[in-house]
């Protein structure tokens, strides 16, 4: 009885094992996947994945990929350079146009990690228009793909008025966070259309949060409202920073603003404030600025307002308003009183810059700027990486 038994079980066995036709190996999802996002081979990719898309039971991923895919074979010119251009095109348009709000959502998961295709993919978003900046809109009130909130402002600028009437929404709406609302007035300004000035005005006027209505002060006067200005300049020496950011960013633009208003507003603490009051020193100039420049380079501030600043000096040195610098700094980087080597850094960076190359080479005669450059270099600079810029300022000299 046992052996009747038997018999058939091995049967059953063995026609399970010949039935099996389970997939061998690597989907073509993952495989396409890794081909895109790892590796940034959109041809390779498209070719998976669209057979991926036709063995998926859920379309949703191979489908928000294949948008990315079609984006980057098409910005890096692989597509054209394999003749496949055409289609490319083709589908990139028509998948971009039949996007779904699960596969734009798909698209922002997928792009939340950075790699060489998320600019790429983050475009498509953008050509597709109203209905993508709806979620993004939502995605930054709820605080969703957080990684990507600083691209979804610059998104949205893009889409210009295209998406204007869903910003004005979120910004108009009680239940959009502050911060958000600060990001909304930036966005606005971006896009310039005075089509946003009486929702901005009505949210100034029921708003208690001074930066917000600051950066709105700004923004009004971008679109043309110059009453606003004085209100705006004032701002540089208001208590909450948040505002004094915003006025000074805005410092750029305005019209006619006092040099020596920005020149006082560098004794902020606060770097961001500083570095943008710089960046406004470089349009309203005035060489009564070069020493608090030059102070910025050897003080406390992080990085951003030292980089401002040899940009600005540059900008003056171009414009005849740093004469004899180069001999300043020189002198300052070879006394041995610049104790942080990052510092010493920012001087030889901007020894290097055009201007000062040429202010070096022209006291050859009198001064030899060059040889106490190379003496220093050779006998007392001790951070590695203060020698290695300064041995490429040498070389720019020869």
Known sequence: MKKVVSIPLI????????????????????????????????????????????EEVNKLEPRALLVIAYSHGLSTGSASSHGVE???KNQRAQRIQ??????????????????????????????????????????????????LHANFAEMLIQMGTDGLDSVLAKLTDEMTPPAVKVKLVQVLAGIGDAKAIDALKAVQSGTNEA????????????????????????????????????????????SDVSPETLIAGLKDT????????????????????????VSILTGGL??????AAINTLDVYGQNKLARG?????????????????????HLVQLLKREPFLKQIQVTELYDNLEFKLYEYHKEKEQSELVKTSLKQLLDALQ
């Not at 917000?212 to 110059?226: H, R, S, V, W």
């Open 325 to 345: 610098l180069a001999k300043r700094i020189t002198m300052l980087l070879i006394g041995e009183t610049v104790s942080d080597a990052d510092n010493r850094l």
């Open 211 to 254: 930066g917000l209505a600051m950066e709105i002060n700004t923004t009004l006067y971008q679109l043309g409202e110059e009453s606003y200005k004085k209100d705006i300049i004032a701002g540089l020496s208001h208590s909450d920073v948040e505002v004094r950011r915003a006025a000074a960013k805005a410092m750029t633009n305005i």
């Open 11 to 54: 049967v059953l066995l063995l026609a399970g094992i010949g039935c099996d036709t389970r997939q061998k190996g690597p989907s073509n999802l993952s495989v396409g996947r890794s081909k895109l996002i790892d590796s940034g081979n959109a041809l390779e990719a498209v070719d998976h994945l669209e057979k991926a898309e036709q």
């Open 98 to 147: 039949e996007l779904t709000e699960a596969e734009i959502k798909q698209i922002l998961q997928i792009l939340s990690r950075p790699s060489r295709v998320q600019k790429d993919g983050l475009q498509a978003l953008v050509d597709k228009g109203p209905e993508a900046s709806v979620i993004i809109l939502d995605s930054l009130i709820k605080g969703r793909y957080p990684s």
């Open 302 to 307: 992080s990085k951003d307002p030292k980089q």
């Open 86 to 88: 055409a289609k490319f």
């Open 270 to 293: 606060d770097s961001e404030v500083v570095a943008s009051l710089v960046d406004a020193l470089a349009v309203h100039r005035d060489a009564d600025a070069v020493d608090e420049l």
